[in-house]
């Protein structure tokens, strides 16, 4: 039994990794069965975010984990290996509560990846591939980020991803006010981003998706308008600050696209920032004149604001979660040794059946009952300490002095 977290994140790998290994929505679940097929594997989960991609398991094996990672995405092991991390056991579960309570994001105490991961384990869920193991863990794991969010001011000051992309557009332009926003997908990410860059009055938003219903949703929400993503390429053009974020497995906005819409634009700038992993805006277009292309990377300096009053919660968190970690492991280290227990519990219960069927004998033949259960409880008394009484009979020295210390212990005896 082998609790393993094997993933890459910001910290370890650059967007243009992550998105090498990132898993769709749509698919997740028959990755999920696809990994706990393989019989070292007896459950997973599978956390995938903008920020980072990680496998949570109960494996024997644990290298069979990134064996696996590496062949579903047709990648190098090699290629793979300098941006891993592979987290045994008590680690799995500190980074686990670390990941949900928002010590281990980008921004500093954001509370966006609990429900990320609270869907991940959903998917497991549906999948089937959460047994009583990441079960446990989970539960364990969203009662400490709850602990951790309800007792210290770590969500305080905190800069998310949305807040961090209109400051990021105000380097650029002096105010939101007056620039047309363009988003790109219409899921939990850009909804918030909507509702920020609202905030901050522009004079049009519009939102393109896959499906115009969800796009007409969000658009009626903040008094937008809604395209479908065939009508990008005729309206570019008309827009300052585009905000992408879709689950699309290949980029939507290329080089050449936007090339065309700048010329369009007469040299005015086109503020871009692709949340998406993998990327929605392909690599190249930031090359381009007056194309300001900004990665969810790139955010990582704009959120370092407000950190400096989140440390000294950081630092509570950590105790909460430490000391969570002792209980965790503890509830893990018992329940290891439930078949020992069940063992020696089936053990004495032959014997109680085999003199339990002795005595019923006894009394069918007329026998009186008290000599009969007298008869019963020293032979069930004999039968359970036989084993330990011949063990004590039979070592010598140091041995015996220790094993005597136990049995006293078990049998909770006071030595004269």
Not at 49 to 54: A, D, L, S
Not at 67 to 83: E, G, I, Q, R, T
Not at 376 to 383: F, G, Q, V, Y
């Amino acid at each position: 039994m082998q609790i393993l977290t094997l993933g890459v994140n910001h910290q370890t790998a650059p967007v243009s990794i992550r998105e090498k290994i990132a898993f769709q929505a749509e698919t997740l679940g028959r990755a999920l069965l696809d990994f706990a097929g393989r019989r070292p594997v007896k459950e997973a989960a599978i956390l995938s975010t903008c920020n980072r991609t990680e496998l949570y398991c109960n494996i024997d094996e644990p290298a069979q984990a990134l064996d696996w990672l590496a062949s579903y995405h047709h990648l190098a092991v090699n290629d793979l290996k300098p941006y891993l991390y592979s987290l045994p056991q008590d680690q799995a579960v500190r980074h686990a509560f670390r990941v949900a309570s928002g010590l281990d994001s980008m921004m500093l105490g954001e509370a966006q990846i609990l429900g990320q991961m609270k869907q991940a384990v959903r998917t497991a869920e549906q999948a089937g591939t959460l047994g009583a193991l990441l079960h446990k863990l989970f539960q364990h794991t969203f009662s400490v980020a709850k602990e951790v969010r309800t007792t210290t001011d770590i969500g305080s000051s905190s800069v998310s991803m949305a807040a961090a992309a209109v400051r990021l557009a105000e380097q650029i332009f002096a105010t939101v006010r007056g620039q047309s926003v363009l988003f790109i997908g219409a899921g939990e990410m850009i909804e918030l981003c909507a509702a920020h860059f609202a905030a901050h009055h522009p004079k049009r938003i519009t939102v393109a998706n896959r499906t115009l219903e969800r796009a007409n949703l969000l658009a009626h929400r903040f008094q937008g308008v809604s395209i479908t993503l065939q009508e990008l390429p005729e309206h570019l053009a008309a827009h300052d600050i585009i905000i992408t974020s879709t689950a699309s497995p290949l980029p939507i906005l290329g080089k050449g696209m936007l090339e065309r819409a700048a010329k369009a634009r007469k040299h005015r700038p086109v503020f871009i920032v692709d949340l998406a992993v993998p990327r929605d805006v392909e690599a190249e277009a930031g090359m381009l004149d007056d194309i300001f292309l900004y990665t969810v990377d790139d955010l990582a300096g704009v959120v370092q604001d407000g950190v400096g009053s989140r440390q000294a919660a950081a630092e509570e968190a950590n105790a909460i979660i430490e000391n969570n970690v002792d209980h965790f492991m503890h509830w893990l280290e018992v329940r290891s040794v439930v078949p020992t227990i069940r063992a020696i519990r089936d053990h004495a219960d032959r014997f109680r059946r085999h003199e339990l069927a002795h005595a019923q004998r006894r009394l069918a033949n007329g026998e009186d009952p008290q000599q009969v259960l007298e008869k019963m409880s020293r032979a069930l008394t004999n039968k359970l300490l036989h084993v330990p009484s011949h063990a004590l009979n039979h070592v010598t020295g140091d041995e015996r002095e220790a094993l005597e210390a136990w049995l006293c212990r078990l049998y909770q005896i006071r030595r004269e």
